[in-house]
Structures are given as structure tokens and as C-alpha cells.
């Protein structure tokens, strides 16, 4: 009986521990039902069903678990809500997961398109990646499916926001319609590739605000480059483009939201407070919103009024006089028509965020000298930059048309190269022509 009761515990024993190594995993057959979870190796991150606010309805998330539990960063059935706690989420033997409600029928599905792996497994991972893949593969490559190619309201580290254009799929992220509701709203948070490739915050197809285009170290509208909380990086290549960042410190939980407001919050856990601190926001002053100031007018929030022409420009509206009550919308024009060839000039302006990048041409492989010969043999062409400002700078970045969206800061910045009349560059100190 001893003997017996011996072995009994032994197996209890194992069966636990086999339980509590594969408490992040889903194999095929398994399911996880309403109250059930799975938990990252380290213990960062949760999975299961949840409801959001005051709402009954559920859905399948992942959320924060060793800090901030419950605050969630990913939602699989955003669109389509399980009334009530019948819920179950599993993987058949093709590596596909479903989520099932109490009548059986289908709420959602990772409809992967990719061949089956001989052993498919779902897995959550301590990055917040819910993966699905062959037991015997951890190659990212080979993953069937993941839930960081389908971002919600977060942007967490490790994840890209871009484009693919083997696969021909985007990502980006989008708000939650309300605090109760994770259904995508109107903002989305991506990639524009018009142009010369920029993040924008989008509130349906308008540009709402501007993060800017990669200059080598960092997105435009950062004026200084150096961030002691996560490295940026940004990928161009004839596969994909896309935008992703990771924290120079594992120990550090940052994450990025795009609120159901469309303001996009870069917050920090403070383990002091036990809560989320704020440490960025976009639109967090007048310049932040998209060309606020009109076309060709720099912005500055050390400024009163913000908005004020570019030299050599003057605003479109001629009344009332009082600059304080001017319409900025309108924007500024030329004081004096450019010539085109060989009457025109340069105006050399810093500490910029570079302008709108949707109407320009990129070439990485000349000099700053040659794109001014560029810029001036067309008579398009109003502005020129550096394209990469790493090691003095190199490339050349053109634009056409207006120049909007731009900022002035107090610090830090970029050089960008303005169009003009000869004639109104000798009325401008030569500190700043060439």
C-alpha cells in the first residue's frame, strides 16, 4: 500500500511539473477555457480571456503579468466578442487557432497561410509574441503564425511596424474604439510610403500627426537622437520596410499606445508607484499637429505666435495685419517667383524637423553637393537635406512642391537646404545661406 501510494505521488509530482514547464505552450488538441491562462517562461506576460472595463463581453488577450496585471497589449477577437464565459480557445493539428463560443461556433481563427509544421504548438513568449510554430523550430523566419504581425493598440518592443512586400501584408497598430470596446477605431499608427517612407498617426486616411522620416539615427520629429530607454531602427530594403525599436535594458517595461483619442503615449513602469508613467506624447502642443502652420512656416513652441514664415516667404493672407490673428492654414508663399535657371539659391536653415517626405526623391549613394546640382536642374525641386546625418552626413533627400509640416526646435534638429530668389537670399544674413 506504501509502494503504491509512493508512486502516486511521484506521478502527481511529475504531472505538475510537466504542467508547470509547459504552462506557455498550447500543443495541438490542448485548448484553454474561460479562467484558464498561459504564462510566459519569465513571467512577463498573460494570456486568456478577459473583458475590458466595465464590459461583459470577452476576449482573448494578452496582458502584462509581473508588472501592471491587467493592463493588455494585444486582444485576437478585437472584432468579435464572446458573450459570456463559455469560451475556448485552441490549435488543431494544421497550427491554426480558433476561439470558440459555447454554441461551437467559430469567433475567430489565425487562418494561417503558411504550410503546417509537423508538430504545431502555440506558445506565448516573454516578449508578449504569441507564436505559433514546429515544437523543434524557434526560427522566427519559420513561424506559422504571430500575433506581433497583427498589433492592436500597443507597439511593443520587438515588434515592426511597416510593410512586407513578399507577403504583400501591413502592419500597424490601431486605437480600441473606446476604453470598453478593443474594435480598431479611426486612428491607425504606420508606415506611409508615399515618397520617402515616414510614421504618421493617422485618423482614417488623414494625417493627424507626423513622427517623420529616418535620418540614420532616429525618426525627424526627435530632435536629439541619443534615447538611454530603447534603440530605434528602421529597415528598407526590397523585402520590406518597416519600423521597430527594443529597450537597452530587459529589466526596463516600456510600451508604446496609440489611446482611442489617436494621441500615441510612450509610457515607462515605475516600480516606486506600481504604475505606468508617461514619459512622450505626440500632439502634445500646437507644432505637433500636422502642418498646423501651413506650407513653407516653421513652427516653435518657444514662439508667440508659434507660426511664422520661412525667410524669403510671406503668409498668402493679407489681412487682418495683426500676425496674433492671422489663419496659419493658409500657409506662406513666395515673395519673390524662384527663376529656375541659374537665378536661384539656397537658404540653409537648422534645427529643423524636416518636412512632409510624401512628394520627394531619395538616393543614398551621392553627397550633399551633387544633390544641390540635382535640386537645381529641376525646376520643381523647392528643398534638399542629407539623407542620413550619420559621420557628417551622406545621401540626398529632394523635395517637390510645398514644404509643410515643419518644426523649429531649441535644440538639436536638422540642416535643410530652401529654394530661393537670389534676390531674397541677399536679404538674409549670410550666416545662414550658401
Not at 73 to 86: G, Y
Not at 99 to 128: C, F, H, Y
Not at 274 to 296: F, K, L, M, R
Amino acid at each position: 500500500m506504501e509502494a503504491f501510494l509512493m508512486e502516486l505521488v511521484l506521478c502527481l509530482l511529475l504531472f505538475f511539473t510537466i504542467r508547470t514547464w509547459a504552462i506557455d505552450t498550447l500543443t495541438q488538441g490542448q485548448s484553454i477555457k474561460d479562467g484558464e491562462t498561459l504564462v510566459s517562461a519569465g513571467g512577463s506576460f498573460e494570456l486568456g480571456f478577459f473583458s475590458p472595463g466595465n464590459s461583459k463581453s470577452r476576449y482573448v488577450g494578452i496582458w502584462y503579468k509581473k508588472v501592471s496585471t491587467g493592463t493588455v497589449v494585444w486582444v485576437a477577437n478585437r472584432e468579435n466578442l464572446v458573450s459570456d464565459a463559455s469560451g475556448v480557445l485552441s490549435i488543431n493539428e494544421k497550427g491554426i487557432l480558433s476561439i470558440m463560443n459555447g454554441a461551437k461556433g467559430i469567433v475567430w481563427s489565425s487562418n494561417t497561410s503558411r504550410n503546417s509544421a509537423e508538430e504545431p504548438i502555440a506558445q506565448l513568449l516573454d516578449s508578449g509574441n504569441f507564436v505559433v510554430k514546429d515544437r523543434n523550430d524557434s526560427d522566427s523566419e519559420n513561424f506559422l503564425w504571430q500575433s506581433f504581425d497583427h498589433p492592436c493598440d500597443t507597439f511593443l518592443p520587438g515588434m515592426k511596424i511597416g510593410i512586407n512586400f513578399v507577403t504583400g501584408s501591413e502592419r500597424h497598430a490601431s486605437s480600441w474604439k473606446n476604453t470598453e470596446d478593443p474594435a480598431p477605431g479611426i486612428y491607425t499608427y504606420r508606415v506611409d510610403l508615399q515618397g520617402y517612407p515616414q510614421v504618421v498617426v493617422k485618423k482614417g486616411a488623414d494625417i493627424l500627426f507626423r513622427a517623420g522620416s529616418w535620418n540614420g539615427l532616429y525618426l525627424t520629429d526627435g530632435p536629439l537622437a541619443v534615447n538611454p530607454l530603447y534603440s530605434s531602427e528602421f529597415v528598407m530594403n526590397e523585402n520590406e520596410v518597416y519600423y521597430t525599436y527594443n529597450v537597452q535594458n530587459n529589466s526596463i517595461y516600456t510600451r508604446f499606445l496609440l489611446n482611442p483619442s489617436g494621441l500615441t503615449q510612450r509610457t515607462l513602469w515605475n516600480e516606486r508607484t506600481n504604475n505606468w508613467e508617461v514619459y512622450a506624447t505626440s500632439q502634445s502642443d500646437q507644432c505637433s499637429i500636422y502642418a498646423y502652420c501651413g506650407s513653407y512656416a516653421t513652427c516653435s513652441t518657444n514662439e508667440s505666435p508659434p507660426c511664422k514664415c520661412l525667410e524669403g516667404f510671406i503668409h498668402r493672407s493679407t489681412s487682418p495685419r495683426d500676425i496674433n490673428s492671422v489663419d496659419w492654414s493658409y500657409g506662406c508663399t513666395r515673395r519673390t517667383p524662384l527663376a529656375c535657371h541659374g537665378g536661384d539659391s539656397f537658404l540653409r536653415k537648422t534645427g529643423l524637423k524636416l518636412p512632409d517626405t510624401s512628394k520627394t526623391w531619395a538616393n543614398i549613394s551621392i553627397d550633399l553637393k551633387e544633390c544641390e546640382k540635382l535640386c537645381l536642374k529641376n525646376c520643381s525641386c523647392t528643398a534638399y537635406a542629407n539623407l542620413d546625418i550619420r559621420e557628417g552626413g551622406h545621401g540626398c533627400l529632394l523635395w517637390f512642391g510645398d514644404l509643410i509640416d515643419i518644426i523649429e526646435f531649441s535644440e538639436g534638429g536638422q540642416d535643410l537646404y530652401i529654394r530661393l530668389a537670389t534676390s531674397d537670399l541677399s536679404n538674409v544674413p549670410s550666416l545662414f545661406s550658401i
